[in-house]
């Protein structure tokens, strides 16, 4: 189709706004997604007088078009004649940092950030600093969350009057009425201190963050606490006692849940920005509250972070904390599920004879918890258990347990259970079940409930090849076989199976004798 004078150097656009204007979304996608083709076409002289405007004059699209025209536009750079006209492409980022729809508006300052490092000093002051101002004054909120996230990638490379005013708009973002806009501030607040002179960081970014951790919205704290990480590795060790700790521990304690998971999720990158001496002093208690916390979500994230805690903590200190605040705390299934799952680096740490006789409550009650899937979690971690505390123990603490879950009342239990001793067979050798598992797994065959002797099934199933032919022939084909009577149909189907399954265990002349009275 040629232009509407017969030009035919006016194709490609004609074609673009015929395929934009189409009310098939995919259609205009598709066309979007061959900007790159039209720009070659084009040239870059056209690309920058009439592709570039036609495009910032034409942003109303569904968010999916918007969101693929942000994306090719931080690509674009050579398209439009290189780093010197690399502005050319602002008029439209700038349109599509201001929609409304979140993800087009986080594409359009991704694709910004990337265009602002292909700008000159000189051309970072004339054109990008000026947009960014004019987005963070914008009357919209969209405009200046956005600009939230421009203010680090220029700031390193423009003139120190230039730099004064980023910060004072920074400022002005992180006291704005609306709470998108500080949740946005706050979430670049650490990003931002990073490329800031350290006296700013003490005299500006120390009180934005006081500030933003103090926000009547704790989903703008929460996001303080993230940039708390950022800003601790900023200073000197000295200054953090008195700047961020006070901040810290209000988090630490904060009302929300929200804001204390999040101190727990970033707990081991916070120690490690504080250093020893204020973890010792501080975060150790901070952590103990942590992992004692009312709400399970905090709790949880605190107990995925106990490996790193303690693997962190000052060698000269390190077992006296573990033994007297860290495993004092294992109240919480969480908790104590989790230094289970850790138990080798935890053994390295305190020894194994302490940490047995620390555990095995814990264990116990785990393994009795009310909540069935609380108990299927323990069972999961019994195999490396056995492997960290030793068949002797395993078979006097242990063994019990292991037998007892084997009749619960949760089909999943009793499942795990047999999966269990299979794995622990394959641990401790066939001689260790022959005298320990399998004589009290047959004499579960003349349990009275027929769900009990189906166990007996499954675990013959499951442990028939760890144990090896010996042990399979001579003391579970005969339970099996006395089973064939038993009065549950489901019983007598379910030896059928187990026939089948232990068969090619068996020594030939028994398997072809049990195929004869099948």
């Known amino acids: 189709m040629a232009g509407a004078d017969g030009d035919d150097s006016l194709y490609p656009i004609a074609v673009l706004i015929d395929e934009l204007r189409n009310e098939d979304v995919q259609l205009r996608l598709n066309s979007i997604k061959k900007l790159s083709t039209i720009a070659l076409a084009l040239g870059v002289e056209r690309t920058r007088t009439e592709l570039l405007p036609f495009l910032t004059d034409t942003i109303y699209d569904e968010d999916e078009v918007l969101l693929a025209l942000a994306e090719q536009l931080g690509n674009f750079t050579m398209l439009v004649g290189g780093p010197e006209y690399v502005h050319c492409l602002l008029p439209p980022l700038e349109s599509l940092a201001t929609v409304e729809e979140t993800v087009v508006r986080d594409k ?247 940490l047995s006789q620390s555990l095995l409550p814990a264990i116990v009650e785990l393994a009795e918890d009310a909540k069935w899937r609380v108990r299927l979690a323990i069972i999961e971690y019994m195999p490396l258990l056995a492997g960290q505390l030793g068949v002797e123990f395993f078979d006097e603490k242990l063994n019990t347990l292991c037998m007892a879950w084997l009749i619960d009342h949760v089909y999943a239990i009793r499942e795990a259970a047999t999966c269990n001793l299979m794995k622990l067979v394959e641990k401790f050798g066939a001689e260790w079940a022959q005298n320990t598992i399998v004589p009290k797994v047959l004499g579960m065959a003349n349990d009275p409930n027929y769900l009990h002797r189906m166990t007996t099934l499954f675990c013959i199933n499951s442990l028939s090849e760890a144990c090896g032919q010996d042990i399979t022939t001579k003391h579970m084909l005969p339970v099996v076989l006395k089973m064939s009577n038993d009065q549950v149909a489901n019983v007598r189907f379910n030896v059928a199976k187990s026939l089948q399954k232990i068969g090619p265990v068996l020594d030939s002349k028994k398997y072809f004798e049990t195929e004869a009275l099948a």
């Open 108 to 354: 359009a300052v991704e694709s910004l950030r990337k265009i602002s490092q292909e700008h000159s000093p000189v051309d970072l002051e004339v054109h990008f600093e000026p947009l960014v101002k004019r987005l963070a004054s914008g009357d919209w909120f969209t405009s200046r969350t956005s600009a939230c996230g421009l203010f680090s990638v220029c700031y390193p490379r423009v003139s120190s009057t230039v730099k004064a005013e980023i910060r004072q708009h920074f400022r002005t973002l992180c006291s704005d009425d609306t709470p998108m806009v500080r949740r946005a501030a706050a979430s670049k607040l650490g990003e931002f201190a990073k490329v800031l002179e350290l006296d700013y960081v003490k005299s500006d970014i120390i009180s934005l963050f006081t500030a933003l951790a103090s926000d009547e919205q704790d989903s703008v704290r929460l996001l303080a606490v993230e940039a708390c990480v950022s800003i601790a590795s900023l200073l000197p060790q000295e200054d953090l006692e008195t700047l961020v700790m006070p901040t810290l521990r209000q988090a630490a304690e904060d009302k929300s849940w929200r804001v204390r998971y999040m101190v727990a999720d970033k707990f081991s990158e916070l120690q490690k920005a504080v250093g020893p001496e204020i973890t010792k002093n501080d975060l150790v208690p901070a952590f103990q509250n942590l992992l004692k916390d009312c709400e399970a979500e905090v709790r949880s994230a605190a107990a995925k972070k106990i490996k790193e805690f303690c693997e962190n903590l000052p060698e000269d200190s390190r077992e006296t904390i573990i033994m007297t605040h860290i495993l004092s705390c294992v109240k919480c299934p969480e908790v104590r599920l989790n230094i289970i799952s850790n138990l080798d680096c935890v053994n390295e740490v305190i020894g194994i004879r302490q």
